[in-house]
């Protein structure tokens, strides 16, 4: 079954891996893939996010995708794009770092303009997609504060993870052939994870990451 | 003097201790001419930085530049974490213990890709409420009593530590139920305890059973940073570059907790060295300062806890190691 070009596309997501070390925990067909770093402590994505300035509407994008030469609809060259207008480019990096004390991943990540000027947490709310500021909202479990990464001792905004592991309880409590007695397994604790985290932050699962478990 | 009392009296000696700063305005803030003189103020160790605002800034005022205050330190260079209360900041960065301390105060250019922000007393406040949040995390697996804490005890509990009011402060938080850590004891395989819990053939004089080891703050500072006090050693022959900034800040810190328990989590030290050649198991170890105090290693662990921790029922454990020289690597042509 072919993945659905639309699911990621739409939102010009690309998860890639930041650099080419270590092994990959499970790859995304082509999207990019979340890895391990060499420590096996921490996560973390690349998220280019192509922003235009005369039109928010993120659909408008979609005109400009070229598959790519070697004809796998898959992988999107985003500096094509970024040729193709002129505009501001936002970059998101992403990190997930384990907690020790909650015990459970957390979200981090920072933002920047293509000058490296960093951008403010008003400024970030205004370009996520609209529903991931009613998820912030509207949730109890996700809020946003900036703290220091624990391993680069720079400021960083951080999902705070006191919630985390309440809701990732609720989300295997509702179905029993999750999980069980044995635990669940790191990959599939961590797209879940992912899939509630990333809605407050902009960040799409595609859903053949979830189909390729089933295999 | 007995046990419980000795406690006592070192969680007081520990609320009343202040470091004695120095405070020079950084020379780029000076639009007056003479200098104005350093700032002289005796800077509680259980509190913070950004709190000293309204000591200093009368006193800079009349120099300072046209603008919007944002208080920030730096000690010789580095700029100052502001969430770290002030004692640790002094053990960790003062190898020496330099009275006074000092340090250079800034008014304006916040260095926000290197600092989080700081707006002022809130901030800290918050940065306090949500570390003993952590805390009571760790020890209870939620962190309910604290967000269920009322307005006015919350309130009272931050001026406690604002005003350093020991009294208070313990008042207040007994509320919140975080147990102190009972003793704990290793024995070295765990059936060795289970043993000699039930040999009812030993004479028990009170106390500790002797055939127990207890858990001494050794013990701890060797489940967090085994590296430390690794018995084989290794001939590496790449020494590993280590960051100017990581230099004039030789110790490591390391954030114990007041968790009951024996399997203590471990946190890497910021610098770990690699094995020097023929040095003997303990002597990359050179330090442990908690509190402004050097205690002996074989404590209790369980009485360092209870007795000198922070407010933010965290236990902060400043050690000192030693890094080798780095030699001259060949030059690559």
């Not at chain 2, 330190?73 to 330099?98: M, R, S």
């Not at chain 2, 001939?235 to 203590?264: C, F, G, K, Q, Y």
């Not at chain 2, 003997?280 to 442990?288: F, G, H, R, S």
């Not at chain 2, 369980?302 to 921790?309: E, G, H, R």
Request: contains cysteine; proline residues 7%; charged residues 25%.
């Amino acid at each position: 079954m072919e993945p659905s070009h639309q699911v990621t596309s739409a939102l010009l997501l690309m998860l890639s891996l930041r650099n080419g070390k270590g092994s990959t925990l499970f790859s995304l067909h082509g999207h990019g893939y979340l890895g391990q770093n060499h420590h096996g402590r921490g996560l973390f994505v690349t998220r280019e996010h192509v922003h235009s300035q005369e039109d928010h509407d993120e659909k408008s994008h979609k005109g400009n995708e070229e598959p790519n030469c070697l004809g796998k609809d898959e992988y999107i060259d985003n500096a094509t794009l970024v040729q193709s207008y002129r505009q501001d480019v936002r970059y998101f990096d992403f990190h997930i770092v384990y907690s020790a004390s909650y015990r459970v991943p957390v979200l981090y990540f920072r933002t920047y303009s293509s000058d490296g000027q960093p951008l403010l947490l008003e400024d970030i709310e205004k370009e996520l997609p609209g529903n991931s500021t009613n998820v912030l909202m509207e949730s109890k479990w996700t809020f946003i504060t900036q703290e220091e990464h624990p391993y680069l001792n720079r400021p960083w905004y951080k999902l705070h993870p006191c919630g985390t592991s309440e809701w990732m309880k609720l989300l295997f409590l509702t179905d029993p052939s999750l999980g069980g007695s044995q635990g669940v397994p790191v990959e599939l604790y961590l797209s879940s994870w992912i899939s509630m985290v990333g809605q407050a932050v902009g960040l799409k699962v595609p859903l053949e990451m979830f189909n390729k478990r089933k295999e | 003097m007995d046990v419980e009392a000795m406690g006592r009296e070192a969680q007081k000696y520990v609320w009343e201790g202040a470091i004695p700063l120095q405070i020079h305005l950084h020379e780029s803030e000076v639009t007056t001419l003479p200098h104005p003189s350093p700032a002289l103020v005796l800077a509680p160790r259980m509190g913070y930085l950004p709190l000293l605002l309204p000591l200093l800034k009368p006193h800079f005022s009349s120099t300072l530049p046209p603008g919007v205050d944002t208080i920030w330190f730096e000690y010789k260079g580095l700029p100052l974490k502001w969430h770290i209360p002030t004692g640790v900041l002094f053990d960790l960065l003062c190898a020496e213990q330099e009275r006074p301390w000092n340090l250079t105060v800034h008014f304006r250019g916040y260095p926000g890709n290197i600092l989080t922000p700081c707006e002022g007393e809130d901030s800290v406040k918050w940065s306090f409420i949500n570390s003993l949040k952590e805390a009571a995390y760790i020890v209870n697996g939620n962190c309910k009593n604290v967000m269920n804490m009322s307005q006015s005890d919350q309130v009272e509990l931050w001026h406690s530590v604002l005003n350093g009011n020991m009294e208070t402060y313990q008042r207040v938080s007994s509320k919140l139920k975080l147990e102190k850590v009972g003793d704990q004891y290793v024995g070295k395989p765990n059936s060795n305890l289970l043993k000699s819990r039930t040999n009812t053939g030993e004479t028990d004089t009170g106390g500790p059973v002797k055939t127990d080891k207890c858990f001494t703050l050794r013990d701890a500072v060797k489940a967090l940073l085994p590296e430390l006090f690794v018995e084989k050693t290794l001939i590496d022959e790449e020494i590993p570059r280590i960051e100017l900034e990581e230099e004039s800040r030789a110790p490591s810190d390391d954030e114990s907790n007041t968790r009951n328990e024996e399997d203590v989590e471990e946190k890497q030290g910021e610098n770990v060295e690699c094995c020097c050649p023929s040095d003997d198991a303990e002597t990359k170890l050179k330090l442990v300062r908690i509190q402004g105090i050097e205690p002996k290693l074989e404590i209790p662990f369980s009485w360092v806890v209870n007795n000198l921790m922070n407010p933010e029922h965290f236990l902060h454990i400043c050690v000192f190691v030693k890094v080798p020289q780095a030699k001259p690597l060949p030059h690559d042509r």
